[in-house]
């Protein structure tokens, strides 16, 4: 099993988000392309996150980088007769070191709760593997005020089950749903109110465990809106769908991540 070093307590961090994207010869560009680029970065910890079937791929080609990779879900069990799950030891084998959980795309479609996800979440954190985990409203709720009872809600689930400290070392990406894929990003504003939020719900684990709680912001990051987004304050980088398929624009959002840091 691989465990690579990556940076330590690093200011910002860029995700990419492949969802079911690609194939060998096309993620292999991808993958060289990103080493070619984004390597070296000071304040930026870039991760790749891939389907599967390309977690030894990605192995491969980032394990001698300072770029890591890791998954998009994984099984709330550690093994058993559970056909078609992936478990968080599985993806340890591949070096991942990172997982998304509960995207609005999963939550959705597969009908994942929030304790469901909250079970994930201990998961991966049980076997060091860094739980990404996704929060966010529907247009619907924004538009009836009730978002932050929403994300709050969701937070809840895993402090419910768990406490508050299981937050330590873990990343949240607030995701509005309706900002998912759409071209139509938050605000600096509203993302900042959000993230002030949650900031303010885990304080107990901010001011303990000080830089260990990242909060990104993801939907619809380009190239042109991450340079504000990545520039307020209580935002620490994006989780990026889209535009991570993308080298150059990945490039770009990457860079802009790094710059705001310093
Ligand atoms: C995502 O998949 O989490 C995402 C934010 O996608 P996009 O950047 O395409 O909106």
Redesign the pocket.
């Known amino acids: 099993m691989t465990m690579k070093q990556i940076k330590k307590t690093p200011k910002k961090f860029v995700i990419a988000?492949w969802?079911m994207h690609g194939n060998l010869k096309q993620n292999q560009a991808l993958l060289e392309a990103y080493v070619k680029t984004l390597t070296g970065l000071k304040n930026t910890q870039v991760v790749v996150c891939v389907p599967y079937p390309y977690l030894a791929q990605a192995q491969s080609i980032l394990q001698s980088t300072d770029i890591a990779w890791g998954a998009q879900n994984l099984a709330k069990n550690e093994d058993g007769p559970f056909t078609g799950e992936v478990s968080v030891l599985m993806l340890r084998d591949f070096g991942a070191e990172y997982v998304?959980l509960g995207?609005s795309?999963r939550a959705t479609a597969y009908c994942e709760s929030d304790e469901n996800i909250a079970q994930k979440f201990m998961m991966a954190k049980k076997y060091g593997v860094t739980p990404i985990l996704?929060v966010g409203e529907t247009l619907i709720e924004r538009e009836a005020g009730v978002m932050e009872l929403k994300v709050g809600k969701q937070l809840d689930a895993i402090i419910d089950l768990y406490g508050i400290e299981v937050f330590a070392d873990t990343i949240i990406?607030y995701?509005p749903i309706w900002?998912?894929?759409?071209g139509l990003?938050a605000t600096p504003d509203q993302a900042k109110a959000m993230h002030k939020f949650i900031r303010e719900k885990l304080s107990a684990v901010v001011a303990v465990h000080k830089n260990s709680l990242k909060i990104l912001y993801?939907?619809?990051?380009n190239p042109q809106n991450a340079v504000q987004l990545f520039l307020v304050k209580n935002i620490d980088g994006g989780?990026?769908?889209?535009?991570?398929l993308n080298a150059q624009e990945f490039e770009d959002i990457c860079h802009a991540a790094e710059l705001s840091a310093e």
């Not at 993801?218 to 990051?221: C, D, E, L, R």
């Open positions: 988000n969802k998304i995207h795309e996704c990406s995701e900002a998912i894929g759409t990003a993801g939907g619809s990051v989780l990026v769908g889209k535009c991570s």
